[in-house]
Nanobody
Framework: QVQLVESGGGLVQAGGSLRLSCAASGRTFSNYAMGWFRQAPGKEREFVGTISWVGGRTYYADSVKGRFTISRDNSKNTVYLQMNTLKPEDTAVYYC?????????????????WGQGTQVTVAS
């Protein structure tokens, strides 16, 4: 089992920045690829980005590429989502997740463990 707890959400003005954190506990954190997803009201859960378990290779959805950055600190069992130049359409509940899929897990079904989510609201 892996337990994931997100933090860092909140209300921010358009153009602002937020950094989300996801703290993991339980099984060896470094064995999992980590991903971020988001879900806006009335919409399906959407892939945001992922980072590999070794090498820190990242992959992002087109909608956030160039604005969001994922990083991980395996010594702290924590993954981060740095969000810059936020837009109102980024408003959603953001979830971190852990996957045993080795290469670019892009689908929610490829993730084994999920956090409870943290709300991000971007005001126009």
């Amino acid at each position: 089992q892996v337990q994931l707890v997100e933090s860092g959400g909140g209300l921010v003005q358009a153009g602002g920045s937020l950094r989300l954190s996801c703290a993991a506990s339980g099984r060896t954190f470094s064995n999992y690829a980590m991903g971020w997803f988001r879900q806006a009201p009335g919409k399906e859960r959407e892939f945001v980005g992922t980072i590999s378990w070794v090498g820190g290779r990242t992959y992002y959805a087109d909608s956030v590429k160039g604005r969001f950055t994922i990083s991980r600190d395996n010594s702290k069992n924590t993954v981060y989502l740095q969000m810059n130049t936020l837009k109102p359409e980024d408003t959603a509940v953001y979830y971190c997740a852990a996957s045993q899929v080795g290469v670019r897990p892009l689908r929610a079904s490829q993730y084994d463990y999920w956090g409870q989510g943290t709300q991000v609201t971007v005001a126009s």
